[in-house]
């Protein structure tokens, strides 16, 4: 039973989001884990070098790992960016700025309303490969650009984007990065430090260094398998991951009428120390007081817990270690019809590395909320050298409690161990729908990405939409998103009827509600609780080194290469990013583009976007 004093130290997860293998966000993963997929796949073709390169422990290719589409793109449009700063940024920097908006959006948050906050960011990441891929080029590659790869402005621009002034930091303990980061994020919430964080882990594999060095420590499977838990486990299969959890304290949380997705009761992370033999095996000792550790900051008992997402790589070494921890702390006392529940979502897409911890976190939220566990792949065969009296690793779809507890584990090469426990949240108290007719006001930047969202609102009432009442599907899209400049507004007492308006285009009488600020929204739709309405439709295109066309217009090809952030014609060269020192390097391209020498006192008295564009046309005229 909680406690007041429970209450009051519990962490609420609100908001959730991510890009895995095979699953662009939560629900696309509930869907891949519930229908048993994996969802590794041979490596993709613009990453065949890096596999030729790699071979694994037993000399032949890994060429299979769990890999996310599209790592390339981004819509720069919305974040205000030049297509040359976005070819620049790390595509790490470009995918969690995009999962963060929609992690926001699934919590509720108008991004707006926390600028100037202390809202904290908390990233777990131990990779810069876009960085040192291009640093490795040579020392002509070390431009001032680069600085904006390096791994602390992964948090960093995401704090600055959203104007955020709490904590934000990039925590690296290797594969137990992201778990840390939530315990560090639980730490600042309960002391009162941030009223709101924002923890990310984010791993994209671009490089084959690592896998090399790993392949060579025989950590990676021969066939990109990864089989926790079974007698022929035999290493990992890499995987890509970027995701993003909202945390709130759980009183604040209620208060807000936000959607509870999990509640994080407690957590603790500890070094083995010098308890294991060196610094890169495991302990059991340690493992065994990480999780004591947490189930005492959660007040829960071991006994008490169903399910454990465990670390669970498919490592011949770490998964008996695990699994007799798991065992030993949670697996006694237990009677043959309720066996602590282990499962690996590593099974399914691979192991996301610093990220991994994160991608646990979701999956043991969505169990929690679906109250099922859905199977972990690859373990027909149980180990030989665990007990498995108290254990099992469920092979097909396992219903839970409708207040149940689960824990999750990450370990790291660093010694580090992190464990997060969870409990379910309580329904929320939601009222019927009476007949009223109420607005669904959708808006969005650009026309193309409001045509896209009314398409998805429509599918989504007639699908998970449908469980929630129309009036709180209203009031969250009235509410609780960013008023864009273009919007459509639709009527309706059912679900239906939205559909159907929707589907056939705005409702003229209620143009008044296209207003940013005319109408009194809060007093029309009264309190109610957030609702989950499709996120953004991002408008995204390709942005990567070396794809970018030159183009016959000499003006776009300088502000398309040097431009910063966007910009119109009356925009100075100063404030998009064109310096004194960018145009010393603009003026060597213009003149081996040319064949004419530039004047530098004319080149320096450029002053806006206009300007540029007038003197590179007039100036590949006269080189003509």
């Not at 959730?16 to 048993?36: K, Q, V, Y």
């Not at 009442?469 to 209203?474: A, I, N």
Request: some cysteine; hydrophobic content about 40%.
């Amino acid at each position: 039973m909680t406690t007041s004093g429970d209450h009051q130290r519990s962490v609420a997860i609100v908001g959730m989001s991510c890009r895995l293998p095979g699953a662009a966000s939560p629900d696309h993963l509930w869907e891949l884990l519930r229908a048993g997929v994996d969802a590794t796949s041979e490596t993709p073709a613009e990453r065949d070098d890096s596999a030729a390169s790699l071979s694994t422990g037993t000399g032949g290719p890994a060429s299979r790992g769990g890999f996310v589409e599209g790592v390339a793109d981004f819509d720069a449009e919305f974040f205000g960016m030049s297509a040359a700063e976005a070819t620049a940024l790390d595509p790490q920097q470009r995918l969690l700025l995009m999962c963060a908006w929609e992690s926001l959006e699934d919590a509720g948050i108008v991004p707006e309303a926390l600028r100037g906050t202390r809202t904290g960011v908390f990233v777990g990441n131990s990779r810069a490969d876009f960085l040192e891929t291009a640093l490795q080029q040579g020392l002509s590659s070390a431009t001032a650009t680069q600085l904006g790869n390096v791994r602390s402005l992964l948090a960093a621009r995401l704090s600055h984007v959203l104007d955020l002034r709490g904590p934000s930091a990039v925590i690296d303990t290797a594969c137990s990065s992201a778990l840390t980061a939530v315990h560090q994020a639980v730490g600042s919430i309960r002391s009162g430090e941030v009223p709101v964080a924002l923890v990310a882990g984010v791993n994209l594999p671009l490089r084959p260094d690592e896998g090399v060095m790993m392949s060579h420590a025989g950590a990676l499977s021969p066939d990109g398998r990864s089989r926790f838990g079974s007698a022929d486990a035999d290493g990992h299969a890499p995987a890509d991951a970027v995701a993003v959890v909202v945390l709130k304290p759980l009183e604040a949380a209620l208060a807000d009428g936000d959607r509870v997705r999990a509640v994080i009761a407690g957590s603790a992370v500890g070094n083995d120390g010098a308890s294991s033999s060196s610094v890169l095996n495991p302990s059991l000792e340690g493992q065994l007081d990480v999780l004591r550790w947490a189930h005492e900051d959660a007040r829960i008992a071991p006994s008490e817990v169903d399910f454990v997402e465990a670390h669970g790589a498919g490592s011949p070494l770490l998964d008996p270690l695990e699994l007799t921890a798991l065992g030993r702390c949670m697996g006694t006392f237990r009677s043959s019809r309720r066996p602590l529940l282990v499962g690996s979502v590593k099974s399914n897409l691979g192991h996301a590395e610093a990220a991994g911890g994160l991608v646990g976190l979701i999956k043991a939220a969505l169990c929690l909320e679906h109250r099922q566990v859905p199977p972990s792949l690859h373990a027909e065969l149980p180990r030989s050298d665990v007990d498995w009296s108290g254990l099992s690793i469920p092979q097909e779809i396992t219903d839970i409690p409708q207040r149940a507890v689960a824990g999750v584990s990450a370990q790291g090469s660093s010694s580090l161990n992190a464990h997060v426990v969870l409990r379910s949240a309580e329904p929320a108290r939601r009222e019927g729908d009476d007949g009223t007719r109420w607005p669904l006001v959708l808006s969005a930047r650009t026309p193309e990405a409001l045509a896209e969202l009314t398409r998805a609102c429509a599918e989504h009432l007639a699908g998970p939409g449908a469980a929630f009442p129309v009036r709180d599907l209203c009031r969250s899209a009235a509410l609780r998103r960013t008023r864009f400049e273009h919007r459509t507004v639709v009527i309706g007492a059912t679900h239906q009827e939205l559909i159907e308006a929707l589907r056939t285009g705005s409702t003229s009488e209620l143009d008044r509600f296209l207003g940013a600020e005319s109408v009194d929204r809060e007093g029309l739709f009264g309190p109610g609780v957030h609702a989950p309405l499709p996120t953004y439709p991002w408008q995204t295109r390709r942005y990567w080194p070396g794809d970018e066309p030159e183009g016959d217009d000499p003006a776009e090809w300088l502000l398309g290469k040097h431009a910063r952030t966007g910009f119109d014609q009356d925009s100075t060269l100063a404030d998009i990013g064109i310096d004194s020192l960018a145009k010393l390097q603009l003026m060597v391209e213009v003149q081996q583009r040319t064949g004419r020498e530039v004047d530098p006192e004319e080149l320096a008295a450029l002053r806006t976007v206009r300007d540029l564009c007038r003197w590179a046309r007039q100036l590949t005229e006269v080189s003509r």
